[in-house]
């Protein structure tokens, strides 16, 4: 069983930055793809960065490239996203989520995808 936990939520404003972080459990961290996801109110879940084991490969949401890098670090067993010039449409849930069972080389971007997910971090941005 992987455990996934979301830190680094919070409200800010248009233009601020927020580093989000997601802890996982499990010995094989280094081969999990991971990915970042999000949902606002009324709104599906929606995919916004991802990335493989090796931290080559890294698809982005076309709403979130050029803000958004999504970046892991194996030996903490940790990923990362750092969100820049936030806008008011950034505003939502975010969630981790993880593929363990098999090795990815490109990371997929549909949430049914992952196996496994965390329970959630706000991520709100006034104007």
């Known amino acids: 069983q992987v455990q996934l936990v979301e830190s680094g939520g919070g409200l800010v404003q248009a233009g601020d930055s927020l580093r989000l972080s997601c802890a996982a459990s499990?010995?094989?961290?280094?081969?999990?793809?991971m990915g970042w996801f999000r949902q606002a109110p009324g709104k599906d879940r929606e995919f916004v960065a991802a990335?493989?084991?090796?931290?080559?490969?890294?698809p982005y949401a076309d709403s979130v490239k050029g803000r958004f890098t999504i970046s892991r670090e194996n030996a903490k067993n940790t990923v990362y996203l750092q969100m820049n010039n936030l806008e008011p449409e950034d505003t939502a849930v975010y969630y981790c989520?993880?593929?363990?069972?098999?090795?990815?080389?490109?990371?997929?971007?549909?949430?049914?995808?992952?196996?496994?997910w965390g329970q959630g971090t706000q991520v709100t941005v006034s104007s």
């Open positions: 989520a993880a593929i363990t069972a098999v090795v990815r080389a490109y990371p997929p971007t549909s949430p049914r995808e992952y196996g496994y």
């Open positions: 499990g010995r094989t961290f280094t081969y999990y793809t």
């Open positions: 990335i493989n084991w090796s931290g080559a490969n890294t």
